[in-house]
C-alpha cells in the first residue's frame, strides 16, 4: 500500500524533468540541452523499464522495490544526514589516495618522459602491475593493513596511480618542440624555467585528464573496498543494505554512487575547461 | 636614408653600422641520416649579414636554409666553422636573437597579451611589460584582441602576434624562418607590408627564409640564393629598390627573374638528383 501512495508523484516527477528540459531547449543554447537532454532520455528509460518490471513480474519488494520506495529511502537516508556522511567518508578516502598519487605519480610522470634511463627502468614495472585490477589487492590490503583507513587508501592508491603516471608521460611527451624553442629564444635560460613556464603548461590539460580519469577508477575502487571491509562509507551502506534485506537501500546507495560519480566529473571538465 | 637611422639605434660600445651583425664563416653541417650514412646538409657557407640588414634566403628543398637559421638561433651547432653574432660565438638559444616559427608557436594557454608579455617578464616589472606588450600589440593592429586566447584568432593575426613577441623583447637579430608560408596569397600580402613597416621603424637585423621569389625581392634588401644540397651560396644579391616596391615595375621583374635564373639552375640539379618532388615556390 505505501507503495502505491509513493507512486502517485511520480508521473508529476517526470512530467516536470520533461517540462524543465523542454524549457532548457528553448531558454539555454542548444548545447546546454543537447549535453542533458540523453541524461534525462536514459532516466526515463530506466524508470519505464523499472516500472513495467514491476507490474509484469510483480517481486517482493526485499528483490526490487519500487521507484517510489526508493525515492522515498533515498530522501529519508539523505535529510537523516547518513547518505551525506557515508558519502563524505568515501569521498575522503578517494580524495586522499588521489592527491597521494597525485603528488608521486605526477612527477614520476615528468622523470619517465624526460629521462630515457628511467623510462627504460620504470616502464616495465609499470606495465606489469597496470593489468592488476585493483580489487586484486582487496586481499593483500586487508592482510597488510587490516580493516582501517590504510588499506583503503591503498587499495585508491593503486586505483588512480597509473592513469595519473600514464597521462602525465603522454602530456610531457606530446609538448610541441616548437613551444620549448619559442620559450628558449623569449628568454627561458634553464631547463627549470622552460619546465615550468612552457612544459608543464603544455602538458597541463593531459595531466588534467589523468586526475580526472583516476578519480573516477579510484571512486569505482572504493565501493569495492567498503564491500569487503569497512564498517563506513557507501560501500559499507550497500553491504549493510544487503545484509538486512533491505534492497532499497543497496539502491540508494547505488544511486548515490552514481550521482557523485558524474558531478566530480562535470566539476572536473569544467575545470579544465576553464584551463585550456 | 633608413641606414643613418641605425647608428641612433646602436648601443654605447657596440661597432658601428658598417660592422657586421652577423658572420658566418666557413660553415658546414653533416647529419647522421639514422641509417649509418652521412647528410651534407651546409658545405663551407660564408656569409657577413651587416646591422639593420633584411636578409632572405631561398633556395631548393633541402638545401639546408633551415639548418642555417636553427644554427644561428642555437638550436643546432656547425660540424666545421663559426658563427658570430654581435662579435659573440652562438651558443644556444638567447633572448638576443628572436625567431618567428611558421606555425607561430603562440602559447595557447596564455592570452595574446601574456603571450607578448612572456619575453619580458625577467627584464620589466609588470606595469612595464603590459605597456611594452600592448604598444607591440597596438603596432600590429590586435589590441583589442589583448585578452584572447590564441586559438580564438586567425592564422594571420596568431602570426601578428608572434611577430609583436618578438620585437617586443627587442633582439638584436630576428630570425624568421618561412613565417608567412601558411598563410593565404591576402593576408601573406598584408603581413608583408606590416613587418615592413615595423622593420623601418624599428630597423633590425633580419634574416628571413622563404619559398617565395616574389616575397624575398619584395621584402628584403639582399637575397641570398642557395644551391642545392649540399647547400653554399649561389647567388647574393642586393636590392637597392627603394620601399614600398612595386611587384609590377620591371625593375623588381629584372632582379626576380635574376633570382629565379639562380634558383632554376640549382632546381634542375634537386630535379636531376631526386627526380622528385623538389621545387621553390
Known amino acids: 500500500m505505501p507503495d502505491n501512495s509513493d507512486m502517485t508523484p511520480l508521473p508529476t516527477g517526470e512530467g516536470r524533468l520533461q517540462a524543465f528540459a523542454k524549457e532548457h531547449a528553448s531558454q539555454a543554447s542548444k548545447n546546454a540541452a543537447a549535453a542533458v537532454g540523453p541524461y534525462v532520455l536514459a532516466l526515463l528509460m530506466v524508470a519505464l523499464v523499472w516500472q513495467l518490471a514491476i507490474v509484469a513480474l510483480d517481486p517482493p519488494s526485499t528483490i526490487l522495490p519500487s521507484l517510489g520506495k526508493v525515492a522515498g529511502t533515498f530522501f529519508e537516508e539523505l535529510f537523516s544526514g547518513e547518505l551525506l556522511v557515508n558519502a563524505g567518508v568515501s569521498l575522503a578516502r578517494v580524495a586522499t589516495a588521489w592527491l597521494i598519487s597525485g603528488v608521486i605519480g605526477i612527477p614520476l610522470g615528468v622523470l619517465i618522459a624526460r629521462n630515457g634511463m628511467a623510462e627504460r627502468l620504470i616502464d616495465p614495472v609499470i606495465e606489469l602491475f597496470r593489468p592488476i585490477s585493483p580489487l586484486a589487492w582487496i586481499p593483500l590490503a586487508i592482510l597488510w593493513f587490516g580493516i582501517g583507513e590504510a588499506g583503503k587508501v591503498f587499495i585508491i592508491f593503486i586505483a588512480t596511480f597509473f592513469p595519473i603516471v600514464l597521462n602525465t608521460v603522454d602530456g610531457i611527451k606530446r609538448v610541441d618542440p616548437v613551444l620549448l624553442r619559442a620559450g628558449q629564444v623569449l628568454g627561458c635560460t634553464n631547463s627549470a624555467e622552460l619546465f615550468f613556464r612552457v612544459m608543464l603548461p603544455a602538458a597541463l590539460p593531459s595531466i588534467l585528464v589523468g586526475l580526472r580519469v583516476s578519480f573516477g577508477t579510484g571512486w569505482a575502487a572504493i565501493i569495492a573496498a567498503e564491500l569487503v571491509a569497512a564498517n563506513s562509507g557507501l560501500g559499507y551502506l550497500i553491504a549493510d543494505g544487503m545484509e538486512i534485506l533491505r534492497s532499497d537501500l543497496v539502491m540508494v546507495g547505488m544511486i548515490a554512487i552514481g550521482i557523485i560519480g558524474v558531478l566530480v566529473d562535470a566539476l572536473f571538465k569544467a575545470l579544465a575547461k576553464r584551463i585550456a | ?281
Not at chain 2, 40 to 48: D, G, M, Q, V, W
Not at chain 2, 112 to 120: E, K, R, S, Y
Open chain 2, 1 to 281: 636614408m633608413e641606414m643613418t637611422q641605425i647608428a641612433a639605434n646602436g648601443k654605447p660600445g657596440t661597432p658601428t653600422s658598417a660592422d657586421a651583425a652577423i658572420e658566418i664563416t666557413r660553415v658546414s653541417k653533416q647529419f647522421h641520416d639514422g641509417e649509418g650514412g652521412v647528410v651534407e646538409a651546409l658545405r663551407s657557407t660564408s656569409l657577413t649579414i651587416g646591422q639593420g640588414d633584411f636578409i632572405a634566403v631561398v633556395g631548393p628543398s633541402g638545401c639546408g636554409k633551415s639548418t642555417l637559421l636553427n644554427m644561428l638561433g642555437g638550436f643546432d651547432t656547425p660540424s666545421s666553422g663559426n658563427i658570430l653574432v654581435e662579435n659573440e660565438p652562438v651558443e644556444g638559444p638567447d633572448i638576443e636573437r628572436g625567431m618567428v616559427f611558421q606555425d607561430y608557436a603562440l602559447f595557447p594557454w596564455l592570452s595574446v597579451l601574456d603571450n607578448v608579455m612572456f619575453g619580458l617578464r625577467k627584464t620589466h616589472s609588470k606595469e612595464d611589460a603590459r605597456a611594452t606588450a600592448m604598444k607591440w600589440l597596438d603596432l600590429v593592429g590586435l589590441k583589442d584582441f589583448a585578452k584572447k586566447h590564441p586559438k580564438h584568432l586567425s592564422g594571420g593575426m596568431k602570426q601578428r602576434v608572434a611577430i609583436a613577441r618578438t620585437f617586443a623583447t627587442d633582439p638584436k637579430v630576428i630570425l624568421m624562418d618561412e613565417p608567412f608560408g601558411a598563410l593565404d596569397a591576402l593576408t601573406r600580402r598584408f603581413l608583408q607590408q606590416q613587418l615592413l613597416k615595423i622593420w623601418s621603424e624599428h630597423r633590425k637585423t633580419v634574416v628571413f627564409i622563404t619559398h617565395s621569389v616574389q616575397e624575398a625581392v619584395y621584402l628584403a634588401n639582399r637575397v641570398v640564393v642557395m644551391t642545392a644540397r649540399p647547400g653554399r651560396v649561389k647567388l647574393d644579391q642586393k636590392i637597392d629598390l627603394p620601399y614600398p616596391r612595386t611587384i609590377t615595375a620591371p625593375e623588381f621583374r629584372d632582379i626576380e627573374t635574376r633570382v629565379f635564373e639562380a634558383l632554376d639552375e640549382e632546381l634542375a640539379k634537386t630535379f636531376a638528383v631526386e627526380g622528385s618532388d623538389a621545387y621553390a615556390d
